[in-house]
């Protein structure tokens, strides 16, 4: 067998593992979900054993789907679910607390706290975020306040945190890791945007100290080397890290400033390169570190929902008038419209543009006349119409028309949602051949980092387009739907 990198993409709701050669093919692919816990309503949280389980099952998976022999993986990469936060024990590796899921909002009154202290401005400028509990700052806040032991142990420096890329990094390497990459640091409110350093100012107004934090490193450099993982050799170097919204936008290939991507996953994000600046927002949209390659960074703008992909697996799992996610497409396309409904998918708040944690779903314009299929097509239209809001607000910020937007994920294999997607943007959609941009990303980051790939002009290659769509519909009937979603927003 050829040389392989190996790609984990560590989602929220599982884990997949793909082996890829050093042409980028795919070689094989593992998979395993893992529990969602729900303590109380808007909390979520996982258990970060759960999640380490996960890994393990998805690698042995995909090797034995494979012919591959373990010892020839030259390099891994990394990609996770971002400001989900984690703190362990560095001398037990055991975890104090389950892992706090990005879309908890277990912290909105810190935040509220924070603003009515007047912090709001000095975040934004110094980190590019909100103050919102989407981030980990609150979350480490929440924990340091919450579970005692913390707060006795950490001068000791026994405590470790992090997002999901650090813990990973730490059990690959057998604890002698503890390190992050600077695209999951900018989504901690702790780290200053352009410095790329940890801010003790930050960390002091949030009660963290810094001593718990993990070193912040490029995007491809080495963070590690395997030890003691079950089915691979120790020594392999972990080499290629970003979050997952990140590394979906360096697998799209957007390495020029104003090209952007949506990945559909539990939530939507939609990114946009805007080059080796930092672009701060106007209009509540956040300035991210897309990637640091050596001495350069680059850095995006970025909007996000928080409910997507979640929303169908609502329909399946909550109202049961699904049995795959997958039969959305044909249900929703039983009728030629949303016969009047509107569906706001905000079970966990609103996010960009609108960022209230107090918003929650919504569904109107129910008639006596409305069936599961105006229920599935309200949904698939409500997760593209969230979209459409944040592609306004970039415009605005970055000065500039979108005239195309790459898509991947797993619900960009949805036609009908990626035609109503162009329809509602008025906006060509591009998907690729490779909708695991995320993965891909991964494993691209780490080719460099193990010196496979020279320089990002070698994978203009890898990227091919599948299928394009182009807008369907009239500037009338965008501005009725989009009249009335706007309408609903403001009920949710």
């Known amino acids: ?20 050669d050093t042409d980028f093919n795919v070689v094989s692919r593992g998979y395993q979900e893992f529990r969602q816990i729900y303590p109380t309503p808007g909390c979520v949280e996982h258990n970060p054993e759960n999640i380490w389980r996960s890994v393990l099952a998805s690698l042995d998976i995909a090797l034995r789907k494979s012919d591959a022999d373990p010892s020839d993986i030259k390099a891994i990469g990394i990609t996770n679910q971002r400001e989900t936060t984690v703190v362990w024990n560095r001398e037990t590796g055991i975890p104090y607390y389950n892992a706090i899921v990005w879309q908890c909002r277990r912290t909105s009154d810190i935040c509220n706290e924070l603003k009515d202290r007047g912090y709001e401005e000095l975040f934004q400028k110094k980190t590019g975020l909100l103050l919102d509990p989407y981030f ?13 032991v913390l707060r006795e142990e950490a001068p000791k420096g026994t405590v470790a945190a992090g997002t999901i890329d650090s813990f990973l990094v730490w059990k690959l390497t057998g604890g002698t890791a503890h390190v992050t990459d600077v695209s999951n640091a900018s989504r901690t409110l702790l780290m200053d945007i352009e410095s790329l350093d940890w801010d003790e100012d930050l960390g002091r107004i949030l009660e ?33 890290i970003a979050g997952d919204q990140q590394a979906a936008l360096f697998g799209q290939t957007c390495f020029q400033t104003g090209e952007a991507k949506c990945t559909y996953g539990t939530g939507s994000f939609l990114l946009m390169n805007t080059g080796n600046k930092p672009v701060f927002s106007n209009n509540k949209l956040l300035t991210t570190v897309a990637w ?12 996000s929902t928080f409910i997507a992909g979640a929303a169908v697996q609502w329909l ?26 509107t569906m706001v998918p905000a ?14 779903g919504l569904i109107a314009g129910l008639t006596r006349g409305t069936n599961r299929s105006h229920l599935a097509r309200a949904t698939l239209e409500g997760i593209a119409l969230q ?37 509602l943007l008025g906006c060509t959609i591009i998907r690729p051949e490779m909708v695991e941009a995320t993965a891909l990303g991964a494993a691209l980051l780490a080719g460099i980092g193990a010196g496979i790939i020279n320089n990002i002009s070698e994978i203009a290659a890898v990227w091919n387009e599948y299928r394009s769509f182009e807008p369907a519909i009239g500037d009338g009937d965008r501005k009725a739907v989009l009249e009335r979603w706007q309408t609903a927003v403001g009920k949710a």
């Not at 067998?1 to 890829?20: C, E, H, N, R, S």
């Not at 001593?211 to 050799?233: K, R, W, Y």
């Open 316 to 341: 399946r799992d909550g109202l049961n008038i699904i049995e795959n996610a997958s039969d959305i497409e044909e249900l929703a396309s039983q009728v030629p419209d949303t016969g009047g409904v």
């Open 1 to 20: 067998m050829p040389d392989m990198i190996l790609a984990i993409d560590q989602g929220t709701t599982g884990t997949t593992v793909i082996l890829f």
């Open 387 to 423: 979209n459409v809001e944040i592609l306004s607000a970039m415009e605005s910020d970055s000065k500039q028309k979108l005239l195309s937007l790459k898509v991947d994920g797993g619900a960009s294999n949805n036609n009908l949602l990626m035609q109503m997607q162009a329809d």
């Open 136 to 148: 980990s700052g609150t979350k480490l806040t929440w924990l340091f306040r919450n579970v005692d």
């Open 208 to 240: 963290v100290p810094m001593n718990v934090l993990p070193e912040i490193q490029g995007s491809t450099e080495i963070f590690g080397h395997t030890a003691n993982v079950p089915d691979i050799p120790d020594g392999i170097p972990i080499c290629g």
């Open 292 to 303: 640091k390659l050596n001495d350069e960074t680059t850095y995006a703008l970025e909007g």
């Open 347 to 360: 079970f966990v708040g609103l996010g960009a543009p609108h960022w209230r944690s107090d918003a929650r």
